[in-house]
Every structure is written in structure tokens, then in C-alpha cells.
């Protein structure tokens, strides 16, 4: 079975969901704690799905180059580097422990 039709059900429901929004609300805005509680929602899903991804088959198989970058990014991001330099940073850090460990 291909995933294709999950793929295009959740298309679809993502875009009806982002359409229902604004045909409901109008003009009007959401309340501040209602906007703070979307605007977390997705570095949580993203989040949660880099700790999937990062623990295969429960930890066991944990690349220490993917996990440094991991912790090298909010670092970087605390001394409030641009995006790219970050992404550069952790990229070219992975890189170098990928270098000596293998």
C-alpha cells in the first residue's frame, strides 16, 4: 500500500482546517493565550518528531554526530545567530564528528 493517500487526506484536511479559520472568525482575533498555544504547536510536533527520528529502536542506535548538531542548534540560537549560520554551524560540527569518529 502506498502512502500517497494519507499523504493527500492530510492535505486536504490541513488545507480545510486553515480555510475554516478565517471563515469563522471573520474579522474578529483570537484571544493572546490562544495565540501563544499556536505558535507552540509546531516546534512541538517538530520536537517530537526529531526525538522519533533521533531514537531508533529505543535509543539504542543513537548517531553522536546527528545528537551533537541537535545540541548545538538552541546553542547557537542563544547567542542569537542568523538561521543560516546556525544550520551551518551544526551542519560543519556534525560534520567534524562524524570526521573523528569513524
Not at 25 to 52: F, K, N, Q, S
Amino acid at each position: 500500500m502506498t502512502p500517497w493517500p494519507a499523504v493527500v487526506a492530510v492535505a486536504a484536511l490541513s488545507f480545510a482546517l486553515k480555510a475554516a479559520g478565517p471563515a469563522l472568525l471573520g474579522e474578529r482575533e483570537l484571544p493572546p493565550r490562544a495565540r501563544a498555544v499556536i505558535a507552540l504547536m509546531a516546534p512541538a510536533l517538530l520536537a517530537g518528531l526529531v526525538t522519533v527520528e533521533v531514537a531508533d529502536e529505543g535509543w539504542r542506535t543513537v548517531d553522536p554526530a546527528l545528537l551533537t548538531a541537535l545540541t548545538a542548534v538552541p546553542l547557537l540560537r542563544w547567542f542569537r545567530l542568523p538561521m543560516p549560520a546556525v544550520l551551518f554551524g551544526a551542519a560543519a560540527l556534525a560534520a567534524a564528528v562524524r570526521a573523528l569518529t569513524t
